[in-house]
C-alpha cells in the first residue's frame, strides 16, 4: 500500500482547496499520484453535478472587486443550494478569490474557461459540489469599466454593486459608495431612461392607460396623463433620477453633481442572490 504522506496531503489541498480528509481519500484511490487524486476529485464532483443538476441554487454570496486603479470592477454570485453552505467561511473566500479571477475576463463565458490553479473556474464548481455536497454556479456576472469605479457589499453577501463614475475626483470614493449602496437598496432596472427596453416603456404606458379608463378618464387625454405616469416610473426605477436615499429632496443625479458639477453616473452593476 502506497504511503500518504501529510505533505502530500497539503499539496493537494492547497492545489485544489479540497478538505483534508477529501484530499487524503482521493491520494489513497489513486495510490499516490499527484495528478490521477485531482481527476478523483473531479469525477467525483461530476457525479454529484449530474444528480443534483435539477436543484435550486438561490443561496450563495455575492462579491464585488475593483482593480487597484479604480478602472474596472466586476461583481459575481457563487450559488449553493443552501444558507449554511453560503455563509461558510472556506465558501465565502473561494467566492472572493474567485470575483478577484474575474477582473481580468470579459464576460461570464470566459470566465468560467479561465485557468483556476490548474483547473478552469467551471471545473472548480464541479469539483467544488463533490466535496460540499450541493449544486454551485456562477448565478450573475457583471462588470463595469470607467474612469473611477467603486463598489459596495451588502450584509451578509446578498447583494453586491458596482457604480462607473464619468472622471476621478476627490471625494469620489464617498459619491461612488453611496450610489452603489442606492443601487442595492433600490434595485433600479436601468441607469436612465435611455437605458429602458422599449417594451418594459409600451408596457407601462398600457397599464397606466388601462387605469385611467377604468377611472372613467376622456380618451384623448389618455397619451398626456400616461406620459406623465412614465416620467414618474423613470423617477421610482432608473437610477440617476431616483430619489437619493440619504436626501429624498434631491435625485441620485444632483447629489453625484454636488461633488462637481461635471460628474455623472455612467455605469452600474447589480448583482443579488436568487
Not at 499527484?34 to 462579491?63: P, W
Not at 467566492?95 to 490553479?117: G, V
Not at 440617476?240 to 435625485?251: C, H
Amino acid at each position: 500500500m502506497t504511503k500518504i504522506t501529510a505533505a502530500d496531503v497539503m499539496k493537494l489541498r492547497k492545489t485544489t482547496g479540497v478538505g483534508m480528509m477529501d484530499c487524503k481519500n482521493a491520494l489513497v484511490e489513486a495510490e499516490g499520484n499527484f495528478d490521477k487524486a485531482i481527476e478523483v476529485l473531479r469525477k467525483k464532483g461530476q457525479k454529484v453535478a449530474a444528480k443534483r443538476a435539477d436543484r435550486e441554487s438561490t443561496e450563495g454570496a455575492a462579491i464585488a472587486k475593483v482593480n487597484d486603479s479604480k478602472t474596472v470592477g466586476v461583481s459575481i454570485v457563487l450559488s449553493c443550494e443552501t444558507d449554511f453552505v453560503g455563509k461558510n467561511e472556506d465558501f465565502v473566500n473561494l467566492a472572493h478569490q474567485l470575483a478577484e479571477l474575474a477582473l481580468s475576463q470579459s464576460s461570464k463565458e470566459e470566465f468560467l474557461a479561465a485557468d483556476f490553479n490548474g483547473m478552469s473556474v467551471a471545473e472548480k464548481l464541479i469539483e467544488q459540489t463533490g466535496v460540499i455536497g450541493e449544486k454551485l454556479e456562477i448565478g450573475a456576472f457583471e462588470k463595469v469599466e470607467a474612469p473611477y469605479v467603486g463598489s459596495y457589499i451588502h450584509a451578509g453577501n446578498k447583494i453586491a454593486t458596482l457604480v462607473g463614475l464619468s472622471a476621478n475626483l476627490d471625494g469620489a470614493d464617498v459619491v461612488a459608495k453611496d450610489v452603489a449602496m442606492q443601487a442595492a437598496a433600490m434595485n433600479p432596472i436601468a441607469l436612465n431612461e435611455d437605458g429602458v427596453d422599449a417594451s418594459v416603456i409600451e408596457k407601462e404606458i398600457e397599464i397606466a392607460k388601462d387605469q385611467l379608463r377604468t377611472q372613467g378618464k376622456p380618451e384623448a387625454m389618455l397619451d398626456n396623463i400616461a406620459k406623465g405616469k412614465l416620467r414618474r416610473f423613470f423617477k421610482d426605477n432608473t437610477l440617476v433620477n431616483q430619489a437619493f436615499i440619504k436626501d429624498s429632496k434631491i435625485s441620485v443625479a444632483d447629489y453625484v453633481k454636488s461633488l462637481d458639477a461635471n460628474l455623472s453616473v455612467i455605469a452600474f452593476g447589480r448583482v443579488a442572490l436568487g
